[in-house]
């Protein structure tokens, strides 16, 4: 094949969902992937066992400009429809926890059904392919490579976004939609471990490895996931969250008890172990190094029977709102998602298709949606490129 009708750059779980889409229809496809494998993130993702989707997917599990624009897509290929393709491949899965599903085995399972749904729909997959130019040309895009010129009628850029670059993360599809017109809302890290400033450090620094269930809050965010403290800060599954949510400047809230009323768990310890101190109690249901650390910098640690009621709910109020401002973050190199992108304002959400350029694409990562920790984001990128490849 040397002039495809459609031409899909990038090789990850949009791209290569699209190009299935279009293949089964007949098109002429072609993936180009600069790396030298395609799906590096599938294979990585989860930890080697993929994520690949959550039995509860809403419009309000994604963040963008425009929280209606992943309405179309999301509605049209449900986390339904890719667990049946899942089943009939015969890969066995798990519900681990609120909803996420994960291999059983290994994420390269969910890599190989994807390649071999390419290869039955006649896809071609060339990898160390780097980009060399796109140029518009009559009826459709001239693509240049090291190894050949390429022309297609529909384009499709599943580039990805800037998140650990190690895996081959790049800034082209941003630079392709301002070459075509296309406004980038402002990118950032997501779902990225907060780090902490030296005075922060000194207080908590030593507690690195400790993990504990917490409710953490940020602006109207709130989700309740473990908190792991790292040598440089937070991290862990609920801090990654709220991370999505966070700017330089902004403190987040860390609930120590959740779904606990606080003020009624200390008078009923009060009332049945008033000599025992503060921190002796609160080892009960937090890691004894934690207790002693959040006495020693907030509430001093008495016996529970010289708390007063004032002084009581301050306590309480103390553990269910203990505040840390994040003096940043550790950036695209561990994140596991790129925020902002592609403006959908000049996309359709039913096509994926530019408003501004006929035939060009935009998909999974690359446009300004981003999903919750989870497996949302490779449900954007299925249903996504699922979209964009019954168009091309």
Known sequence: MTDPDVLILGGGAAGLMCAIVAGRRGRRVVVLDHAN????????????????????????????ANPHFCKSALARYTQ???????????IAYHEKELGQLFCDESS????????????????????????????????????????DSLHCESLVVATGGLSIPRMGATGLGYALARQFGHTIRPTRAGLVPLTLG??????????????????????????????????RGLSGPAILQVSSYWQPGDTVTVNWLPG????????????????AELRTVLAEVLPKRLAQRLCELGPDSRPL?????????????????????????????????????????ALSS?????????????????????????????QWA???????????
């Open 37 to 64: 494998r395609v799906g590096k993130k599938i294979l990585m993702s989860g930890g080697g066992r993929c994520n690949f989707t959550n039995l509860d997917v809403t419009p309000e599990h994604y963040l963008s």
């Open 80 to 90: 339904w429809d890719f667990i049946a393709m899942v089943q009939q491949h015969r």
């Open 305 to 345: 029977k010289q708390y007063p009621p004032r002084q009581l709910q301050q306590v309480a109020d103390a553990l269910q709102a203990w505040r840390f401002t994040p003096d940043g973050s550790e950036g695209y190199r561990t994140a596991e998602v790129t925020l902002g992108g592609v403006d959908t304002d």
């Open 108 to 147: 390269k399972l969910i890599l190989n059904m994807l390649l071999r749904e390419c290869e039955d729909a006649g896809v071609e997959i060339r990898t160390d392919c780097r980009i060399e130019r796109v140029a518009a040309a009559e009826r459709g895009f001239d693509v240049l490579t090291p190894h």
């Open 198 to 231: 030296d005075a922060d450090l000194q207080r908590y620094g030593d507690l690195s490895g400790l993990a504990t269930p917490v409710e953490a809050h940020c602006h109207d965010a709130s989700f309740g996931a473990g908190l792991l403290f790292t040598h």
């Open 260 to 275: 606990t009323d606080a003020l009624a768990w200390l008078q009923a310890r009060q009332q049945e172990r008033p000599a």
């Open 382 to 392: 299925w249903a996504s490129g699922h979209a964009a490849g019954q168009v091309v």
């Open 350 to 378: 039913s096509t994926m298709g530019s408003r501004h350029v006929d035939g060009l694409y935009f998909v999974g990562e690359v446009v300004d949606v981003t999903g919750h920790l989870g497996g949302y984001n490779f």
